[in-house]
C-alpha cells in the first residue's frame, strides 16, 4: 500500500483528518466510503473530487466504496443549504440511482477479481427494513440531541436571520448518514469514510455512532470544497451545470470547460483532476510559465478529464472541434462532427433560416449577407465587404459573384458564412 493521505496532501486534497488515520491507512488494508447524493441521473463536476478521491484511495491498495443515498435521498442532507429541498419519489430516486452508478463506473474498477475492487452499495437496502421503533431504539439513543445541536450545519440553519427553521427530517439526516458508517462498519470492515469539508459533522456523527454503539474505532478525512480563483462557482457556466453525462452536457462543452480555465486554476485543477504523478505535473506548470501563451496546462487538464469521462474517441473529436475554424480542410472536417457537437461549436453564433428552395435556385452573396437574412445592415455593407475580400462561405473567400448551391451545405443542412476572422454567421437549411 502506498501513502494515501500524503497522495491528497500534495494534490491540495486534505481539509480535516482524524487523528491516527494516516498511521492506520499506512499499517492496515482498509475499506472507506463516499456517499453520493442521487438528486439528479447524473453526477456533475461538482462529484469529481469525491470520485477522484476513492480512486486515489484504490490507487493505494484499499477497497473503495461509493454508497449511493437512496434512502438519505429521501431525507435531504441540511450541510450547506439555506433551505429545506425538495424530497424524491420512489421512481424518480430508482432513474437517478441508475444514472449515478453509471457515472462511477467510469472511473472505478469494479472488478470482482480484483484484490481491492471498488463496491456499489445502496442505503435504501438496509434502511427499508428498520422500523422506526427499532432506529429510535437501537440507534437514536447513543446520540444526544446536545451534540446534534452542535453541528456547524445544524447551528447555521438555526441561527439564519432568513432560514424557516429546519424539520425534524433535516435534523435527523446525520443520524442517517452516521447509521450508514455504523453498518458499513460492521458488514464490510469499512473504518473510513470520507467527503467534502461541509460532511465533517456528518462524518464525525458516525465515527461517534460506532465508537458507542460498537465500542469500535473509525477514522474521518475530508477535501476541501474546489473554488475558482475568481470567486465564480466551480462547475457552473451561464448554462448551468456541467454535467458526467454526455447527453446534459456534450463531450466538447466538457472539454471547453477545462480549456477555459485561467492559469491559476489551471495549476490548481491539474493536481486534483488527473492522475498524472507529482513530477509530471511540475514539469507542466514550469513548462506553461515558460510560454503561458500556449495554454499546455490547459490543454492537458483538459485531455486527461475527459478522456477520464467520455473516452478518447470522444476527447479526439471535442479537439477536433475545438480547432476546427482553423482547420485547411474545414469543410471535410466538421462534416465529421455529430449534429449536437456542430452546434456546440457555433452556440451563440448568429443565425438565419434559409428555405431549401433558395439554395436550389442558387442564393447570390447578397441575400446570403443582407436581403434575406439581415446578417449585414444592409446590401450597400454586403457589397462593400464583398468587394473587401473579406466575405469567407466555409472558410473560403468567394466573391460577388458567387452563388450558395446544394455543393457547400454540412451534412445538407448548414452553411458557414464569415466577414474576417472574427465575424460569423450560421445559414441553417430548411
Not at 480549456?259 to 486534483?272: G, P
Not at 461549436?345 to 447570390?364: K, M, W, Y
Not at 462561405?393 to 455543393?407: A, E, G, L, M, P
Request: aromatic share 10%; net charge negative.
Amino acid at each position: 500500500m502506498t501513502n494515501f493521505v500524503e497522495e491528497l496532501r500534495w494534490r491540495g486534497l486534505l481539509h480535516d483528518i482524524m487523528p491516527d488515520t494516516e498511521e492506520y491507512l499506512l499499517k492496515n488494508k482498509t475499506a472507506g466510503y463516499i456517499g453520493f447524493d442521487p438528486t439528479a441521473d447524473s453526477l456533475h463536476i461538482g462529484s469529481l473530487v469525491q470520485i477522484f478521491i476513492l480512486k486515489h484511495f484504490q490507487n493505494a491498495g484499499h477497497n473503495p466504496i461509493a454508497l449511493i443515498g437512496g434512502a438519505t435521498g429521501m431525507v435531504g442532507d441540511p450541510s450547506g443549504k439555506s433551505a429545506e429541498r425538495n424530497l424524491l419519489d420512489e421512481e424518480t430516486l430508482a432513474k437517478n440511482i441508475a444514472g449515478v452508478k453509471e457515472n462511477l463506473e467510469r472511473y472505478l474498477d469494479f472488478d470482482a477479481t480484483a484484490d481491492n475492487k471498488a463496491e456499489l452499495v445502496n442505503n435504501y437496502d438496509w434502511m427499508k427494513d428498520i422500523s422506526l421503533i427499532d432506529f429510535v431504539r437501537d440507534t437514536g439513543k447513543h446520540i444526544t440531541v446536545n451534540y446534534m445541536m452542535a453541528k456547524d450545519s445544524v447551528k447555521k440553519r438555526l441561527s439564519s436571520e432568513s432560514s424557516v427553521g429546519m424539520s425534524f427530517t433535516e435534523f435527523t439526516y446525520q443520524l442517517f448518514q452516521g447509521y450508514d458508517f455504523y453498518h458499513l462498519y460492521q458488514e464490510k470492515n469499512c473504518r473510513l469514510q470520507m467527503g467534502g469539508s461541509d460532511q465533517w459533522g456528518n462524518i464525525t456523527t458516525g465515527t461517534e455512532l460506532i465508537r458507542r454503539k460498537a465500542q469500535g474505532k473509525a477514522y474521518a478525512i475530508t477535501v476541501p470544497l474546489v473554488t475558482k480563483a475568481d470567486g465564480t462557482k466551480f462547475g457552473k457556466t451561464e448554462g448551468g451545470n456541467v454535467w458526467l453525462n454526455a447527453d446534459r452536457t456534450s463531450p466538447y462543452k466538457f472539454y471547453q470547460y477545462w480549456l477555459n480555465s485561467s492559469d491559476e486554476d489551471a495549476e490548481n485543477f491539474i493536481k486534483k483532476f488527473t492522475f498524472l504523478d507529482k513530477e509530471t505535473i511540475e514539469n507542466l506548470i514550469a513548462e506553461h510559465t515558460e510560454s503561458p501563451h500556449l495554454r499546455l496546462l490547459q490543454k492537458k487538464l483538459g485531455e486527461e478529464v475527459t478522456i477520464l469521462t467520455h473516452g478518447k474517441d470522444a476527447y479526439e473529436n471535442a479537439l477536433k472541434a475545438s480547432n476546427i475554424l482553423f482547420s485547411k480542410t474545414f469543410k471535410t472536417d466538421i462534416e465529421q462532427l455529430d449534429e449536437q457537437t456542430f452546434l456546440d461549436v457555433f452556440e451563440g453564433v448568429p443565425q438565419a433560416t434559409i428555405s431549401i428552395n433558395e439554395i436550389n435556385e442558387g442564393l447570390d452573396m447578397i441575400g446570403a449577407l443582407a436581403a434575406k437574412t439581415n446578417f449585414l445592415k444592409s446590401n450597400g455593407d454586403a457589397r462593400r465587404a464583398l468587394k473587401e475580400n473579406s466575405i469567407s462561405v466555409n472558410k473560403v473567400k468567394v466573391k460577388d459573384d458567387y452563388s450558395i448551391t446544394q455543393d457547400d451545405l454540412i451534412s445538407n443542412k448548414y452553411v458557414v458564412l464569415q466577414r474576417g476572422k472574427k465575424s460569423t454567421f450560421l445559414l441553417k437549411v430548411e
